[in-house]
């Protein structure tokens, strides 16, 4: 009996998921499969990028997830990483916003946030009454994550607080983005409860919002540590060039190869731009949907400091800036507040981030023109005009894929067209989640369904 082949293209947590769900899928069903992973880069991780430095534990990407989701949580503990599991500090629980000139600290209460100025009595009061704000009518219409922070908590709310959060997770425009595909919990709050607030009052100390977690050595640990061992094979600097139907399945054409891959089952894994010219031959329509969502450049400038400049910073996660205050940073994450590990005891390391969706040609500087940005504006910002004892930059010319109005219509056009191409799958941050741990769930879901198509005994 002649094992059958699942190709996975695309080396990030999506395709290394999917690989190593596939694998135990097969081995579960007692079944023959290679399952082989294609990186057109040199390392797999795809954005997570951990480097490590004269003491320093730098991310290029996300510096953690969120515990809590049950794939990913296994993916994690099977692999055998549960030992090099990372909790945040608790600092991690206050969060900063810079408003109308000055840092105010987010206090998670009404009365907090009037004292801190980030919402007026008016804003608060239009908060208080969320609970009696009518449900909204059930309707197959999207709507944007501004809107709905409007519409059920108030303008206010909706300026002040949700346009930076999205700054901050997306690096994209809340009155852009799709509320279902980039928010489910909060579209369920209202479908569930009828109102937000009432909604979190009844899940309140339920534990799946997760927990805040990073790895040992970096996120790029986890990545690393499914291509080592995860039972299956990588190739790394192996772009893939051409997908083709044949009458076994799928032909799979990698540059600088003299011979094509054959493959009984392939997972799509990649960015959804790098996956559009693969599928365009098939369905030129899914092709065009994927090619259609937004990914626009990312700069990431982190830098360290001494003991002196850490003195100067407020503890906790980070501080997202508000558009209109003269800053092109989005926002910073202050590492060495949330994880232990991440330099050197008593110093401090920023991350700023700078592009996305609302400032685009930021994104696009040069490094050295994203350094010096950073320096500037994160002395304006905390007073630390001290020299960096490190400085690492990380431009990514295509980042977080941006949820758009429509998105989730989008993803179902996609996901049809996939599913009429027998032995074709699909995952990654491009559909179902831009975090870490939303895109390593959906690849092993894929994963396992993949493998269960290919080992099903009427197939073989």
């Known amino acids: ?80 990483l549960a ?61 944007s994550v501004w809107s709905f922070a409007a519409r059920r908590l108030g ?18 425009d809340a009155r852009r983005l799709s509320l279902r595909a980039a928010f489910p919990r909060m579209a369920a ?8 607030i009432r909604g979190m009052i009844a899940r309140r100390g339920s534990t799946s919002s997760g927990a805040l977690t990073s790895l040992r050595h970096g996120m790029q640990q986890l990545p690393r540590a499914l291509a080592e061992r995860g039972g299956f094979t990588v190739r790394c600097n192996a772009g893939v060039r051409a997908l083709r139907r044949t009458e076994d399945g799928w032909s799979v054409v990698v540059e600088g190869d ?3 891959i054959p493959a009984d089952g392939v997972v799509l894994a990649g960015e959804p731009w790098a996956m ?3 599928l365009r031959p098939h369905d030129e329509q899914a092709a065009a949907e994927l090619a259609g969502i937004a990914c626009p450049p990312v700069g990431v400038v982190a830098l360290g400091f001494g003991p002196a400049a850490a003195a100067k910073l407020p503890v906790g996660f980070g501080l997202l800036v508000a558009r209109g205050e003269g800053f092109r940073m989005l926002g910073t994450l202050w590492e060495t ?50 020299t960096p004892l490190l400085e690492h930059v990380v431009r990514v010319p295509r980042a977080i894929p941006q949820y758009e109005i429509g998105h989730p219509a989008r993803v179902e056009r ?32 894929v994963g396992h369904a993949a493998a269960r198509r290919l080992t099903e005994p009427g197939l073989l």
């Open 258 to 260: 003299t011979e094509a």
């Open 83 to 143: 030992h090099d599991r990372v909790p945040a500090n608790r600092a991690a629980r206050v969060r900063f916003l810079y408003r109308a000139g000055r840092i105010r600290r987010v206090l998670p209460n009404p009365v907090g946030l009037l004292t801190e100025g980030i919402l007026g009595p008016l804003g608060v009061a239009r908060m208080l009454a969320e609970p009696f704000v009518p449900r909204r009518r059930e309707t197959n219409d999207d709507e």
């Open 337 to 386: 507040h949330l994880y232990e590990g991440r330099g050197p005891v008593g110093h401090l390391l920023v991350r700023a981030m700078f592009g996305g969706a609302v400032d685009p040609d930021a994104g696009a500087l040069s490094e050295s023109e994203l350094a010096a940005l950073a320096r500037a504006e994160v002395a304006k910002l905390y007073g630390v005009s001290d």
């Open 414 to 445: 996609i996901t049809t067209a996939i599913d009429a191409l027998p032995g074709l799958s699909i995952t990654g941050n491009g559909l179902r989640g831009v975090a870490f741990a939303d895109a390593a769930s959906d690849g092993v879901r």
């Open 189 to 196: 709050l209202e479908r569930e409860h009828g109102s937000v």
């Open 155 to 172: 303008p206010q709310v909706a300026d002040r607080m949700v346009l930076p959060m999205a700054l901050g997770i997306f690096a994209g």
């Open 276 to 278: 559009a010219p693969l």
């Open 1 to 80: 009996m002649t094992a059958r082949r699942l190709v996975v293209i695309g080396g990030g947590i999506s395709g290394l998921a999917a690989a190593w769900a596939a694998r135990q899928e097969a081995v579960r069903a007692q079944r023959g499969l290679e399952v082989l992973v294609l990186e057109r880069g040199g390392q797999v991780g795809g954005k997570a990028n951990s480097v490590a430095r004269d003491g320093w534990l730098v991310e290029g990407g996300p510096s953690g997830y969120l515990s809590g989701r049950p794939e990913m949580d296994g993916l994690v503990e099977e692999i055998g």
